[in-house]
């Protein structure tokens, strides 16, 4: 997994089934496939005839259902699952999700990816209205919300709910008697839905999940929509009219399965044609083609082929290295990298390479391995990221909030190129990149996000605004 080798994480991953006898095994093969989503909690909550039970854990889905009799007390023919990385709320048990709340009346299960920017204003208000909160994770909000709602359905609490909170989210949530997805006015993060040839239907972040639990595709969760299924199959509703697609261009880039479709556009497919496209806006003599594995394989395979220039595989990572639990730090990121990759003498000594890579966040780990692929003997490294210079924070569900982190904020490409030690360095077009998705949404940038490419935020910002300008004004330094 690529995921310890930049400091870039996605929030989080949601997987649910509604309509088949062993739904939390099959949440569970679903929240597998989804683990690149995130590592740090995973959870799941079934549904036993209309009585919700969960069991949720920091770690890896493996670890956290080791016990094998966890996952047979969740008995039931419904259940939804999440896995976390944390960017807002803590590392504690209390925040991993599904969130369960039993009131006197109902229960409900909540599951949420995505980041929502107008939170801590709610909160505030919500708790100024008497409310308590279980958590300090984002998810709880919508609950309050719902129960605060005078409207006379539960449906139109929830679209009322969800008129209200803003920014990037996809809820899954299970009730006594439907499960129910929703989607935010942009569409930020996939979501889609699928059916099994039992009749069972699934809802999951990526559409890799269904392929995995043998389910057919669809259709894709649309922005604004609300999907509620239930005994008699699924109808859809829109909670609000004013959408438009702002797909996040990193789902494409880096945090999605290569197997996963997003809005139709296979996410491979979408990498290659990123390096396709690369190879023609940046060229450059060399021997051979080098992708970082594992995320950049896809791009690098474009380049290659469009360039004529051979792909060798003259970077390899081990598979098999205990993974450390979590790795807060920078530093031991990067110690991570050191153990993980490396380069392959017997292929790249005395020759001219071109490492393409799918980004860079804090160019820390792209010098590394420029060095050690002199270490082995390379004559000249060129490094070609496959997608534009990441400058601004993203307020949508990635852990960048700040500027400080990123080393193209602050530095040319010139500057980049010198400070990773690369003998050249090239960068993918923001119209190279939208060309190589290929998305036709009638909207700006063809239907993506490009905020973390060029500030231009699909929504106002809300609670992150000033720290916005703030991040405007941080200077970085390169470490
Ligand atoms: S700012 Fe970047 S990471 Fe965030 S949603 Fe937009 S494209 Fe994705």
């Given at each position: 997994?690529?995921?310890?080798?930049?400091?870039?994480?996605?929030?989080?991953?949601?997987?649910?089934?509604?309509?088949?006898?062993?739904?939390?095994?099959?949440?569970?093969?679903?929240?597998?496939?989804?683990?690149?989503?995130?590592?740090?909690?995973?959870?799941?909550?079934?549904?036993?005839?209309?009585?919700?039970?969960?069991?949720?854990?920091?770690?890896?889905?493996?670890?956290?259902?080791?016990?094998?009799?966890?996952?047979?007390?969740?008995?039931?023919?419904?259940?939804?699952?999440?896995?976390?990385?944390?960017?807002?709320?803590?590392?504690?048990?209390?925040?991993?999700?599904?969130?369960?709340?039993?009131?006197?009346?109902?229960?409900?299960?909540?599951?949420?990816?995505?980041?929502?920017?107008?939170?801590?204003?709610?909160?505030?208000?919500?708790?100024?209205?008497?409310?308590?909160?279980?958590?300090?994770?984002?998810?709880?909000?919508?609950?309050?919300?719902?129960?605060?709602?005078?409207?006379?359905?539960?449906?139109?609490?929830?679209?009322?709910?969800?008129?209200?909170?803003?920014?990037?989210?996809?809820?899954?949530?299970?009730?006594?008697?439907?499960?129910?997805?929703?989607?935010?006015?942009?569409?930020?993060?996939?979501?889609?839905?699928g059916q099994m040839k039992t009749g069972a239907y699934v809802i999951a972040s990526e559409t890799c999940a269904l392929e995995v639990v043998g389910a057919t595709f669809v259709r894709d969760v649309e922005p604004g929509e609300v999907i509620i299924i239930d005994d008699n199959g699924y109808h859809i509703e829109k909670y609000t009219e004013d959408t438009q697609y702002a797909i996040c261009a990193m789902e494409y880039i880096y945090f999605a399965r290569p197997d996963s479709n997003i809005a139709g556009v296979n996410v491979h497919t979408a990498r290659k044609n990123m390096g396709k496209r690369l190879a023609q806006e940046a060229p450059v003599a060399a021997d051979m083609v080098v992708g970082v594995?594992?995320?950049?394989?896809?791009?690098?395979?474009?380049?290659?082929?469009?360039?004529?220039?051979?792909?060798?595989?003259?970077?390899?990572?081990?598979?098999?290295?205990?993974?450390?639990?979590?790795?807060?730090?920078?530093?031991?990121?990067?110690?991570?990298?050191?153990?993980?990759?490396?380069?392959?003498?017997?292929?790249?000594?005395?020759?001219?390479?071109?490492?393409?890579?799918?980004?860079?966040?804090?160019?820390?780990?792209?010098?590394?391995?420029?060095?050690?692929?002199?270490?082995?003997?390379?004559?000249?490294?060129?490094?070609?990221?496959?997608?534009?210079?990441?400058?601004?924070?993203?307020?949508?569900?990635?852990?960048?909030?700040?500027?400080?982190?990123?080393?193209?904020?602050?530095?040319?490409?010139?500057?980049?190129?010198?400070?990773?030690?690369?003998?050249?360095?090239?960068?993918?077009?923001?119209?190279?990149?939208?060309?190589?998705?290929?998305?036709?949404?009638?909207?700006?940038?063809?239907?993506?996000?490009?905020?973390?490419?060029?500030?231009?935020?699909?929504?106002?910002?809300?609670?992150?605004?000033?720290?916005?300008?703030?991040?405007?004004?941080?200077?970085?330094?390169?470490?």
């Amino acid at each position: 997994m690529p995921y310890e080798v930049k400091s870039l994480n996605e929030e989080c991953g949601i997987f649910g089934i509604w309509g088949h006898s062993d739904a939390a095994q099959i949440t569970y093969f679903g929240l597998h496939s989804l683990q690149h989503r995130g590592q740090e909690g995973a959870g799941i909550v079934a549904n036993d005839g209309g009585k919700l039970n969960g069991y949720r854990g920091l770690g890896l889905l493996s670890e956290v259902f080791k016990d094998d009799r966890l996952l047979l007390s969740l008995q039931g023919s419904a259940a939804i699952g999440h896995v976390r990385y944390a960017t807002c709320g803590n590392g504690s048990v209390d925040n991993i999700q599904p969130f369960l709340f039993n009131f006197s009346n109902n229960s409900y299960a909540l599951a949420h990816n995505g980041n929502l920017t107008n939170a801590k204003s709610l909160r505030k208000e919500l708790e100024q209205g008497g409310a308590i909160f279980h958590s300090n994770s984002d998810t709880e909000i919508l609950m309050h919300l719902i129960r605060r709602s005078k409207q006379p359905t539960f449906i139109e609490q929830l679209k009322e709910s969800l008129r209200a909170v803003k920014g990037g989210f996809a809820y899954l949530l299970l009730t006594e008697t439907s499960m129910i997805a929703a989607l935010d006015p942009n569409a930020f993060r996939p979501l889609a839905i699928g059916q099994m040839k039992t009749g069972a239907y699934v809802i999951a972040s990526e559409t890799c999940a269904l392929e995995v639990v043998g389910a057919t595709f669809v259709r894709d969760v649309e922005p604004g929509e609300v999907i509620i299924i239930d005994d008699n199959g699924y109808h859809i509703e829109k909670y609000t009219e004013d959408t438009q697609y702002a797909i996040c261009a990193m789902e494409y880039i880096y945090f999605a399965r290569p197997d996963s479709n997003i809005a139709g556009v296979n996410v491979h497919t979408a990498r290659k044609n990123m390096g396709k496209r690369l190879a023609q806006e940046a060229p450059v003599a060399a021997d051979m083609v080098v992708g970082v594995p594992n995320s950049s394989l896809s791009a690098a395979s474009g380049y290659a082929e469009a360039s004529g220039i051979p792909y060798e595989m003259g970077l390899v990572k081990s598979q098999y290295i205990a993974r450390t639990f979590i790795q807060p730090t920078q530093e031991l990121r990067e110690q991570g990298v050191r153990m993980k990759l490396s380069a392959v003498r017997g292929v790249v000594e005395g020759k001219r390479i071109i490492m393409v890579d799918d980004s860079i966040v804090r160019g820390t780990t792209s010098r590394r391995i420029v060095q050690l692929l002199k270490e082995a003997g390379a004559k000249e490294v060129h490094v070609r990221i496959a997608s534009p210079p990441l400058r601004f924070p993203c307020f949508y569900g990635i852990d960048i909030q700040t500027r400080k982190e990123l080393i193209a904020a602050n530095h040319s490409v010139a500057e980049i190129e010198q400070l990773i030690t690369a003998d050249s360095l090239s960068f993918l077009s923001e119209q190279g990149l939208i060309d190589a998705i290929g998305l036709n949404f009638d909207a700006p940038y063809s239907g993506l996000c490009m905020a973390y490419f060029n500030g231009d935020y699909p929504t106002p910002l809300y609670d992150y605004a000033e720290q916005y300008q703030a991040s405007l004004r941080e200077k970085i330094s390169f470490a």
